[in-house]
Structure formats: C-alpha cells, structure tokens
C-alpha cells in the first residue's frame, strides 16, 4: 500500500515519497548541458512545487505528461532550491529519476491553482522579487525584451537575464505600470 503525502509535508529525508498532483504548467529549459521538461505541479491542498525531468530519461510510451493531467507520482529526488527566482515558495524541487513512475489519475479537484497577486501590493512593493506572482489583468502595454549578461567572474557558462516591462488593467479597470 503506498501512502501519498501532502506537498507541505515533502522534504528530504523521505525514503520512497509518493504524491498526487495535478500538472499546472510544463515547459522547456536548459539547466547546465542538460535539456530538461519543467513542470509546475499542484496538489489537493493548493500546494504548489517545481519538478523537472531530464530529456535523457524517457517515459513508457504510453505515458504522456500534459497540462491539466492529474497524476500519481512515485520514487524521486527531493532537493533544496538554491536558485535566485523560484517559480514557488517550496524550498525543495523535485528531480525525476529513472526509477520515478507515473500514472495518471482522475482529477482531484478542479483547480486552477491562480492565487492573483494584488495590483496595489504590488506597486507598493510588499511582495518578494524573489517569487514569481499570478497576474490577472487585460494587457495593455508590452515593451521590449531586454536581455542583460551575468556577470559571474567564476563560472565560464555566463547566464542571460531577460527581462520585459508591460502594463496590465485589473478587473475594476485601473491601469497600472
């Protein structure tokens, strides 16, 4: 019998862990030589964690990883995070290994797993740049990308930041920039 545990309830020293979430978001990356499928996943509670699997590691055929999918998630790493920007609060990620297994499942809830960020405490600057926000708002304004190179006299793989300015419209219609 596996026993499932709550994201808020994962952490490193767990021997064989086992959860169900629902797959958020999934995209593409390169992190270090390796290419790697990221995915933000969501548990029952509104937990959310990064994960991520190599593209060296593949997948039984009849298994496809898609957003919206709930699955079943067995034997992986948990690993602290370490990088500057997170895509959640959770201090650890989760690596996929070649031992991890997946299956899907019926969905759990039907959430969307958004917790929009106010447009005020935004502006007033109380939330942490560390963590990215949910932002829901009508598009007004898009800048330019602007790429800027890190500087890191240590490391030979310098890293590019890209960043973009835009402007949204929250619901009551009050811009913002």
């Given at each position: ?5 709550s ?5 490193s ?13 999934k ?36 298994i ?32 996929f290994?070649?031992?991890s ?7 759990v ?8 960020a ?25 800048g ?6 890190l ?5 030979i793989?310098?890293?590019?930041l ?8 929250n ?7």
């Amino acid at each position: 019998m596996v026993n499932f545990i709550s994201l808020s309830d994962l952490h490193s020293k767990i021997p064989f862990p086992a959860i169900r979430v629902k797959i958020i978001k999934k995209w593409s990356t390169k992190i270090g030589r390796d290419h790697h499928s990221v995915m933000l996943l969501g548990d029952a509670n509104g937990v959310t964690i990064q994960g991520s699997l190599n593209y060296a590691l593949s997948l039984p055929k009849e298994i496809e990883l898609k957003e919206d999918d709930w699955v079943e998630i067995l034997n992986f790493d948990i690993r602290y995070v370490f990088e500057l920007h997170r895509t959640t609060k959770h201090k650890y990620t989760i690596k996929f290994n070649e031992l991890s297994l997946f299956r899907k499942i019926q969905p759990v809830n039907g959430s969307n797993f958004l917790c929009c960020a106010n447009f005020r405490s935004i502006k007033r600057g109380l939330y942490h740049p560390m963590y990215c926000v949910d932002l829901c708002g009508a598009l007004v304004r898009a800048g330019d990308l602007i790429a800027t190179k890190l500087a890191q006299p240590a490391n030979i793989y310098n890293s590019i930041l890209y960043s973009l300015e835009f402007s949204l419209i929250n619901l009551g219609f009050v811009l913002f920039i």
